[in-house]
Every structure is written in C-alpha cells, then in structure tokens.
C-alpha cells in the first residue's frame, strides 16, 4: 500500500481563502504565482468582486461561483489583485494551477453569506424590498461601515481608506473625534482603480469636537484622507458611511 501511494503524481494545483471583510481597490492579494488557470470555488458575496491579472491597472473580471479562467501560456499568471467592498461576511475560495484543469459542480451562482436554502433566500430577499420601500420614505438608508480609523495616528501622519463604491449613496457621512486638530479629505473619483482624483473636499477638524460630516456623492468611488496635525493623538475614531436621500 505504502509503495502504492508513493508513485501517485502530486498535482499542481492549491487553494486559497481570501476573507472579504477589507474592501479593496485594486489591491495585490496574491503574489509569487506561476499558474495558468483559476477558478472561483466558491463566492460569498452581495456585491460586485473584481479580480485583475499581474497588473492592478489590468481590466477588471467579475467573478462567479464556478468560473473559471484559463491561459494556453504555462504559469503566466503571477499575480492576482482584487476589487471588493466590504463584505462582513463574505469571501473568496480560489483553486489555483495548472497544467491539470478542474472541473467541479459548484452552481454558478454567487452564494450569500446567511442564506442556507432557496426559500429563506426568497424570505429574505422579500424581507429587504420591504426596507428598501422603508428606506425609500423616511429617505435615510445608512450603509455598512465603509471606511474607518480608531488607531491614534502620530504627528503629522496620515490615514488614508481604500476607495469604496458610492454609486448607489447620495451622501456621504462620517463621523469623527481626536484630540488634536487635523484636516480631512474626502475624495471622489469616475475610475476604479482610483488613478484619477475628480472631485475632493477639504474639511478642517478642530481638536476635541464631535463633529458629523455631510459629503455630495458626485462619482462611483470615493476614499477619504485624514492629516493629523503637529502634536501626537491619543485618541482618534473616524467612521464613514454611505446615506440614501
């Protein structure tokens, strides 16, 4: 038995789990590769999840549950970065290799996150058009967080988000307080890959204040900057939504 298993072939092939919880822009996930095909295992999401090739800049391919892309040129993909919002729950599961080719069952579907059959998936489904029509009337659907800092930042540093997708938000909203003075930059861009700042806005913050920041949404992407001032904090939370009006 044991000689048996010690002429079996290894087969070139690895998985990979990627949580989706951080949202990302074009951001480098897997590095040091040397594989010809990729398919999407599994997909946990409710919103769009991009991947690129080699390049960040590289055209975005959405991903489905039990996709998969193939390149006749051996061991060309080297690097994989991806594009994602925030997904509390949600991830990728990614079989890598080559030159075997995989062919599993997984449906082509993209999966979400809580929802273990079809019907409470109606359920549910039914259960958000009904918020959606609340949200419509009182006209104040706040989202997930989108971005956030509670980590005190040192003087004259910066923290700077990834960007994030607005598309569906009217507004902007943050919240913020530090114990020393600062200047926050939310910034907007049409790309989305974020090479282009279209749009920004300069929103001086004044130590100890609580402040409620109120932004136009007026492009698909946005990011938001934060410059601390010339004194170390010792306290910083900085928390961004997105709002339906």
């Given amino acids: 038995m044991n000689g048996a298993l ?66 006749e ?10 594009t994602n919002s925030a997904e509390p729950n949600g991830y990728v599961l990614l079989t890598l290799g080559g030159p075997e080719k995989f062919r599993t069952t997984v449906p082509g579907m993209v999966q979400i996150a809580g929802y273990e059959n079809e019907l409470q ?28 800092c509670t980590t005190p930042l040192p003087a004259g540093a910066s923290y700077v988000s990834g960007f994030f997708n607005v598309d569906r938000y009217g507004k902007i909203v943050a919240t913020i307080y530090a114990d020393q003075p600062g200047t926050l930059w939310i910034e907007e861009t049409s790309s989305s890959s974020g090479e282009v700042i279209d749009a920004d806005e300069m929103i001086p913050y004044t130590a ?10 007026v492009a698909p992407y946005a990011r938001v900057r934060y410059v601390n001032g010339d004194a170390d904090q010792s306290e910083f939370r900085l928390i961004v939504r997105g709002r339906v009006i």
Avoid: C, W
């Avoid at 489904?125 to 006209?139: H, N, R």
């Fill in 121 to 148: 998936l109606l359920t549910q489904i039914k259960d958000a058009l009904y918020g959606e029509l609340q949200f419509a009337a009182t006209g104040n659907d706040l989202s997930t967080v989108l971005a956030q």
């Fill in 208 to 217: 100890g204040e609580k402040r409620g920041i109120l932004v136009e949404v």
């Fill in 6 to 71: 010690s002429t079996l072939r290894r087969l070139g092939y690895t998985t990979y789990l990627i949580n989706l919880q951080v949202p990302r822009q074009a951001a480098l996930v897997l590095d040091h590769l040397a594989v010809d095909f990729i398919e999407v295992t599994m997909l946990v999401a409710m919103k769009p999840v991009y991947i690129h090739l080699n390049y960040p800049d590289a055209a975005p391919i959405l991903l489905t549950s039990g996709r998969t892309i193939e390149l």
């Fill in 73 to 82: 040129e051996k061991g060309a993909i080297k690097r994989i970065y991806l």
